[in-house]
């Protein structure tokens, strides 16, 4: 099954106007976010990719064909460096297709730019590339499988700090309570399609705002509530929270190489 990735949007509350690195490429840890989102999906067996690239494609294209195995592997070198030996890999049996989907481009027509490369699959999914989760993604992948769905999405708390407020008529204010207290759920990407979505797509809308609603309305978009580990790095301050955590140690997002809890269960 092919994950498309979509990698190519400017990131600009991540800029500071020097720096050019995309979003995606942002380092949390000695590796780019981009590679923790695809050693997610690897470890379930998902190792053929589609890079929808816009802005900074360069960044990801000479990323990987400059990739360095030895950087998060163990690996024995002899004769001074002229023989390298390794004893465990990351990316030697991945597919990556580079597809340059423009600059301005919105998520759905980067997603039909890449039509011809998943058009042909029973199932493919997608993904935004600077979001990291704990989900067990199997169990998602086998329910969109059973319950004939066009598309699924992950389901996720709102992560945002803010408090809402409930004033009457005269602005006296009623009460304030948490957004997060609410029992609403915002999209958290990690995507399930079946080529039908393109139906549902027309050329320049988003994926999201547009076609997921058309499919919402044939009752053919299933959503997975997942309350565990689900941080997006839309902003400075995330990513570094998810650095730090990389940095301790503390990754639970990589379920490739660390053991951990079940996260909860979802529907």
């Not at 995606?24 to 690897?42: F, S, T």
């Not at 058009?119 to 935004?128: G, I, L, R, S």
């Not at 769905?149 to 005269?170: K, N, R, T, Y």
């Not at 997975?224 to 140690?249: C, I, M, N, Q, Y």
Request: hydrophobic share 40%; glycine share 8%; aromatic share 12%.
């Amino acid at each position: 099954m092919k994950v498309v990735l979509f990698c190519g949007g400017y990131g600009m509350r991540m800029r500071d106007d020097v720096d050019d690195v995309p979003k995606p490429m942002q380092l949390i840890g000695d590796r780019p976010l981009l590679w923790h989102v695809m050693r997610y999906y690897a470890h379930f067996g998902h190792t053929e990719f589609v890079l929808c690239l816009g802005y900074g494609a360069h960044h990801v294209v000479r990323y990987f064909r400059d990739y360095d195995e030895t950087l998060s592997n163990d690996f024995v070198l002899r004769r001074g460096g002229a023989e390298i030996q390794m004893l465990s890999t990351d990316i030697s049996d991945w597919t990556i297709t580079f597809a340059h989907t423009g600059l301005d481009t919105p998520i759905g027509e980067r997603l039909r730019r890449v039509r011809s490369f998943v058009q042909d699959d029973d199932v493919f999914a997608a993904n935004y590339a600077d979001v990291l989760t704990d989900a067990p993604l199997d169990e998602i992948e086998a329910a969109f499988h059973a319950r004939g769905a066009i598309g699924s999405l992950l389901a996720v708390p709102p992560q945002a700090a803010f408090h809402m407020v409930e004033s009457d008529a005269d602005g006296w204010v009623q009460g304030i309570s948490s957004v997060s207290s609410l029992g609403v759920e915002e999209n958290g990407g990690y995507f399930f399609f079946t080529p039908e979505v393109f139906d549902f797509l027309g050329e320049g809308e988003d994926l999201v705002t547009d076609a997921l609603p058309r499919i919402a309305a044939r009752r053919r978009l299933l959503a997975w509530s997942h309350h565990g580990f689900w941080k997006p790095a839309d902003t400075v301050k995330e990513r570094s929270e998810l650095d730090t955590l990389a940095r301790h140690h503390d990754r639970p997002w990589a379920l490739w190489n660390e053991a951990r809890p079940a996260a909860p269960r979802g529907r």
